[in-house]
């Protein structure tokens, strides 16, 4: 069963902290690796992974994939307490279960709420 | 065992007019999002349905919108198109509530819009 795992669940920090979060996966047909950040209802797109050891990065925020450890890290420095929000990671897969063959299923973890305080 | 379906696969409009995009989910799915993805990034969320209410909305222009069906199929409009409207949008079916939040989104081929 394809799955996506983030840690820590919740995590509160000060502003001016650097936080390290975490996405680990085990799917089949592993196509790329997604960070969003959601602040009310609704996830923005932060990032799209699909080779190892490149990393991405905009302004504070950077990540990178690790496709032998099977895991992302998105790093942001210097917080801010706008960076308040969950930050979700989802896997795109390719999903060849349906007559269409070469269908994309997007597994999402359970996101990591992130808690910044003046 | 059909997937999510799209139509039209493609699709070729000049700016201004506008379009209508539509998607049927996997048999008993209830939930119903849509994604815009341009070449080289990920896939951006722009509304999600579940039960023919809306229940997300993305950093979108009021341009577009949205609507669900009795039969839980979903219409994606877009008016006075765009030429940075070009991309690919593509609908995703859920079986729970949340699009996300642990879930998985089978995506569906997706209609690749052309604005000239």
């Known amino acids: 069963e394809d799955k996506v795992v983030q840690s820590p669940l919740s995590l509160v920090v000060h502003e001016g902290d650097t936080v390290t979060l975490n996405c680990s996966y085990e799917?089949?047909?592993?196509?790329?690796l997604l960070w969003y950040k959601q602040e009310k209802k609704a996830p923005t797109f932060l990032f799209m992974l699909?080779?190892s050891g490149i990393e991405k990065k905009s302004g504070r925020l950077s990540s990178i994939l690790d496709k032998k450890e099977l895991s992302s890290i998105l790093n942001i420095t210097a917080t801010q307490t706008g960076d308040s929000a969950i930050y979700l990671c989802a896997v795109e897969v390719r999903e060849g279960r349906s007559n269409a063959g070469n269908n994309r299923k997007l597994i999402w973890g359970l996101g990591t709420s992130l808690a910044v305080n003046p | 065992d059909a997937g999510v379906t799209q139509s039209p696969t493609h699709l070729i409009k000049t700016r201004g007019q506008h379009v209508t995009l539509r998607c049927s989910p996997i048999s008993g799915h209830k939930s119903v999002s849509w994604y815009q993805q341009v070449l080289g990034q990920g896939p951006q969320f722009i509304f999600q349905y579940y039960e023919k209410e809306e229940r997300g909305r993305g950093n979108f222009p009021d341009r577009f919108s949205a609507r669900q069906f009795p039969n839980y199929s979903s219409e994606l409009n877009v008016n006075a198109l765009l030429l940075g409207d070009s991309a690919l949008y593509l609908c995703?079916?859920?079986?729970?509530?949340?699009?996300?939040?642990?879930?998985?989104?089978?995506f569906g081929q997706g209609t690749r819009l052309t604005v000239v």
């Open positions: 699909t080779s």
């Open positions: 995703a079916s859920s079986l729970a509530g949340a699009a996300y939040l642990g879930t998985e989104a089978f």
């Open positions: 799917v089949t047909n592993f196509r790329s």
